[in-house]
């Protein structure tokens, strides 16, 4: 299933693509698409519906987060072997675990507002993962049944916030749209190999990103079993799986983003956003 939300900010609906590509409107017959409205059994709940007699939404207009909001917004960081390269780094032994603020949601193509001082904004197309059910300790091997779906991140940074303002990364990760989601939230069950999707992103036009999520150092099986060691992730909780070269900080010279800069990405079968950068009021 494909899964979106739909509608003016603040007053999205939950809808569903059916075979046509048309937008059924889920209102009064599902949850609106966070915590425990994107468990697995509230997934089997929409499944059981008849998309035929739901009603057709001519005109959806905007497209929201695919999820109303999270209970944590977590990141991979430098977890792909070329990005790591890219920025001088040495690729990490475990994960590296950080943070957005899940006030950084946002629709996937509304527009991205680079902050106030902010001098090196950059983009990162990322594999989300949506937790479907309470993981504690669970195994490789069972990790991807805890999994509701998948879909479409810019973990949008901002390199001096993050990296030269002391403290941790949340920093530079979480100002208001730094996490474009969506446009669909993917059901499991049409992602049969999470580590076999392209995924890029073009910056006016041009192509800077481009990889496959074979390149990752950690799969997503292996980060979901790692994290469940430390936390217990909850439906709901979303995981930007971390970015593949290309970003702004590894060119040479860096380049960052300015008002009036267009960034288009996708995710293999997960759909396509596009973002146009604003600057703060």
Request: hydrophobic residues 40%; contains cysteine; negative net charge.
């Amino acid at each position: 299933m494909k899964l979106l939300r739909f509608g003016p900010k603040g007053q999205e609906k939950p809808g569903i693509l059916d075979a046509d590509g048309q937008v059924r409107d889920l209102s009064g017959k599902a949850d609106d698409l966070a915590g425990t409205g994107v468990s697995l059994e509230a997934l089997d709940a929409i499944r059981g519906l008849d998309l035929d007699g739901l009603p057709v939404v001519e005109n959806p207009g905007r497209i929201g987060a695919c999820l109303a909001s999270v209970p944590n917004f977590f990141c991979i960081g430098l977890n792909y072997a070329k990005h790591a390269a890219e920025t001088g780094a040495q690729p990490p032994k475990e994960p590296i675990i950080f943070s957005k603020a899940s006030s950084a949601l946002s629709g996937p193509n509304d527009p991205v507002i680079i902050p106030r001082n902010s001098v090196k904004g950059d983009w990162e197309v990322e594999l989300g993962v949506v937790i479907g059910r309470e993981t504690l300790y669970v195994s490789e091997a069972d990790a991807l049944s805890h999994v509701a779906g998948y879909c479409v991140i810019n973990d949008v940074s901002e390199r001096e916030f993050q990296a030269e303002r002391g403290g941790q990364w949340i920093k530079g990760k979480s100002a208001p749209t730094f996490g474009p989601t969506g446009p669909w939230l993917v059901t499991a069950d049409e992602v049969p190999d999470p580590q076999a999707l392209d995924l890029s992103l073009s910056l006016n036009g041009e192509t800077v990103q481009n990889s496959n999520t074979d390149d990752m150092i950690f799969g997503v099986a292996e980060i979901i079993s790692y994290m469940s060691n430390f936390m217990k992730l909850q439906p709901g909780d979303i995981i930007a799986t971390g970015t593949p070269s290309g970003v702004g900080l590894g060119m040479k010279p860096p380049r960052f983003l300015k008002p009036g800069d267009v960034m288009e990405l996708t995710v293999e079968g997960l759909g396509t956003q596009r973002q146009e950068t604003v600057a703060a009021d």
